[in-house]
């Protein structure tokens, strides 16, 4: 199975903050994490019509506060406030604690590509053309004052027998980054950001060359820039196979990090298991032998009756 790693996870702490925020006992963070996860599917499901692109949570010790950013707020708040609180009472009910509920309005949902996505989603269902679709969210996209956009429709588009990948582009990228993860040592990684492009000459060894040296004029065949076309491709995919490399290393080592934690704390649950085996082993074994020497010696009092 292909592993898959949200580019969120990537970028959190670099250039986006966690959607939870709080702190617990180590006991209670595996429950809380299910618990938040509930919360985001069944706000979600409830207000899908609303376009709810993030919900973030905040705990104290008794409060849960969600930050519910939404595209359409009128349609959350309701009138007078009553549908916002139906939701916060739906939500203290689902998880037994009080709730605090703040509605955030996404200024420009199309330049929200989460909000594009199920705009692209819902005009599927609604059995429009995916062509349709996705050209008029492009173009919204670049009319809101996006720079550039890529959507991707997969599957048996149109009726199609066969499945099939169509995407569409428009606009430009005036810097491409990527991001990556970069092992320091053996038990530290860290999130590494280049630029790709555009090309910084102080990135590159410079030469240097003496004031005084004479200098004439050269044709260069093949011209600087057909050999800058050749190399700059070669350079970016060797750059970002590197970096694949990098990250699939650290994949690797969290990996195998978590086997040995794993068979190092089985291991000391099989010898705990083992000590608390055998000492209701011998317990049985004793109270075996005292019931038997119990009842040789009532038979033998019994005899001498």
Same mark, same amino acid.
């Given at each position: 199975?292909?592993?898959?790693?949200?580019?969120?996870? /990537?970028?959190?702490?670099?250039?986006? #903050?966690?959607?939870?925020?709080?702190?617990?006992?180590?006991?209670?963070?595996?429950? @809380?994490?299910?618990?938040?996860?509930?919360?985001?599917?069944?706000?979600?499901?409830?207000? !899908?019509?609303?376009?709810?692109?993030?919900?973030?949570?905040?705990?104290?010790?008794?409060?849960?506060?969600?930050?519910?950013?939404?595209?359409?707020?009128?349609?959350?708040?309701?009138?007078?406030?009553?549908?916002?609180?139906?939701?916060?009472?739906?939500?203290?009910?689902?998880?037994?604690?009080?709730?605090?509920?703040?509605?955030? =309005?996404?200024?420009?949902? #199309?330049?929200?590509?989460? @909000?594009?996505?199920?705009?692209? +989603?819902?005009?599927?269902?609604?059995?429009?053309?995916?062509?349709?679709?996705?050209?008029?969210?492009?173009?919204?996209?670049?009319?809101?004052?996006?720079?550039?956009?890529?959507?991707?429709?997969?599957?048996? %588009?149109?009726?199609?027998?066969?499945?099939?990948?169509?995407?569409?582009? =428009?606009?430009? @990228?005036?810097?491409?980054?990527?991001?990556?993860? +970069?092992?320091?040592?053996?038990?530290?990684?860290?999130?590494?950001?280049?630029?790709?492009?555009?090309?910084?000459?102080? #990135?590159?060894?410079?030469?240097?060359?003496?004031?005084?040296?004479?200098?004439? =004029? %050269?044709?260069?065949?093949?011209?600087?820039?057909?050999?800058?076309?050749?190399?700059?491709?070669?350079?970016?995919?060797?750059?970002? !196979?590197?970096? @694949?490399?990098?990250?699939?290393?650290?994949?690797?080592?969290?990996? /195998? /990090?978590? /086997?040995?934690?794993?068979?190092?704390?089985?291991?000391?649950? %099989?010898?705990?298991? #083992?000590? %608390?085996?055998?000492?209701?082993?011998?317990?049985?074994?004793?109270? =075996?032998?005292?019931?038997?020497?119990?009842?040789?010696?009532?038979?033998?009092?019994?005899?001498?009756?």
């Amino acid at each position: 199975m292909g592993q898959k790693v949200n580019p969120h996870g /990537m970028r959190v702490g670099v250039i986006k #903050d966690w959607d939870s925020r709080w702190y617990a006992r180590d006991e209670k963070v595996g429950d @809380l994490i299910v618990e938040d996860n509930k919360i985001r599917k069944f706000v979600k499901k409830s207000l !899908y019509g609303a376009g709810v692109p993030k919900i973030e949570i905040e705990r104290s010790n008794d409060v849960v506060t969600l930050f519910v950013h939404c595209a359409r707020p009128g349609m959350v708040i309701g009138k007078d406030g009553a549908e916002v609180e139906k939701l916060r009472l739906a939500v203290e009910a689902l998880i037994g604690k009080k709730v605090k509920l703040n509605i955030v =309005e996404v200024r420009n949902p #199309d330049m929200n590509a989460q @909000l594009v996505a199920e705009n692209i +989603a819902q005009q599927l269902e609604k059995r429009i053309s995916h062509r349709r679709a996705m050209k008029n969210a492009m173009g919204r996209a670049m009319r809101a004052g996006a720079k550039g956009i890529k959507t991707q429709c997969s599957g048996r %588009l149109g009726g199609a027998e066969i499945a099939r990948v169509e995407q569409y582009h =428009e606009g430009k @990228l005036d810097e491409i980054y990527i991001i990556y993860t +970069a092992m320091v040592n053996a038990v530290a990684e860290e999130v590494e950001i280049k630029q790709l492009l555009p090309l910084k000459r102080a #990135d590159f060894a410079s030469l240097h060359i003496p004031v005084d040296a004479p200098r004439e =004029e %050269l044709a260069l065949v093949p011209s600087a820039e057909a050999v800058m076309d050749r190399i700059v491709p070669d350079y970016l995919v060797g750059f970002v !196979y590197g970096a @694949l490399v990098e990250a699939f290393s650290c994949e690797q080592n969290a990996r /195998m /990090m978590a /086997m040995e934690n794993a068979t190092n704390s089985a291991k000391d649950m %099989l010898h705990e298991l #083992d000590i %608390l085996y055998n000492r209701a082993r011998q317990a049985a074994i004793t109270q =075996e032998i005292t019931e038997v020497i119990a009842g040789a010696k009532a038979q033998k009092r019994k005899k001498k009756r």
